[in-house]
T-cell receptor, first 110, second 111 residues
Framework: GEDVEQSLFLSVREGDSSVINCTYT??????LYWYKQEPGAGLQLLTY?????DMKQDQRLTVLLNKKDKHLSLRIADTQTGDSAIYFC??????????FGTGTSLTVIP | NAGVTQTPKFQVLKTGQSMTLQCAQD?????MSWYRQDPGMGLRLIHY???????DQGEVPNGYNVSRSTTEDFPLRLLSAAPSQTSVYFC??????????FGSGTRLTVV
């Protein structure tokens, strides 16, 4: 499979911004995704970006894509305790196969 | 719409037993996949399907079989359970580039 890499842990204080980073391997990926997983639950699609875009903003979420470096980031503004979860980036390959990163566990400190 | 429904939610098996994890979606999605989630390893693709009658292997297919006789259903069969198959299993479906919708998962323990 493809290696999609993320750091495992991130802690931020409530009200600060969180930045979760991801590097992917396949430059032909047409879409890149961010998913959120709360404890004991499945994965919830947060947002996605088409590969010809550099940035996408959706309320408190900002996605940045650097295709040259194959780097994707998710910024969460004004992070709240309800944002504590595991965040996965994913790339889509031929045949609609998704490959996920290892996930970043975000802890928000009140 | 119920979305993606997985059953059972929890299962304990003895080594060597076989079982089928059920997955059904009511969104008329062509693409369906099975993943397993293990601590520190993210989600790994087991098998996937791009439409009824078509299946293919993902990263970690050994010990698992799938079939896709209808658009709605994509069952995952464990042929002879092993402790290494203790994991959380997720089924997901998609129309295409708009991302996968996930089921709530099946937590499987093999003793």
């Amino acid at each position: 499979g493809e290696d999609v890499e993320q750091s495992l842990f991130l802690s931020v204080r409530e009200g600060d911004s969180s930045v979760i980073n991801c590097t992917y391997t396949d430059s032909s990926s047409t879409y890149l995704y961010w998913y959120k997983q709360e404890p004991g639950a499945g994965l919830q699609l947060l947002t996605y970006i088409f590969s010809n875009m550099d940035m996408k903003q959706d309320q408190r979420l900002t996605v940045l894509l650097n295709k040259k470096d194959k780097h994707l980031s998710l910024r969460i503004a004004d992070t709240q305790t309800g944002d504590s979860a595991i965040y996965f980036c994913a790339e889509i390959l031929t045949g609609n196969q998704f490959y996920f990163g290892t996930g970043t566990s975000l802890t928000v400190i009140p | 719409n119920a979305g993606v429904t997985q059953t059972p939610k929890f299962q304990v098996l003895k080594t060597g037993q076989s079982m089928t994890l059920q997955c059904a979606q009511d969104m008329n999605h062509e693409y369906m996949s099975w993943y397993r989630q293990d601590p520190g390893m993210g989600l790994r693709l087991i098998h996937y399907s791009v439409g009824a009658g078509i299946t293919d292997q993902g990263e970690v297919p050994n010990g698992y079989n799938v079939s896709r006789s209808t658009t709605e259903d994509f069952p995952l069969r464990l042929l002879s359970a092993a402790p290494s198959q203790t994991s959380v299993y997720f089924c997901a479906s998609s129309l295409g580039g708009d991302g996968y919708t996930f089921g709530s998962g099946t937590r499987l323990t093999v003793v």
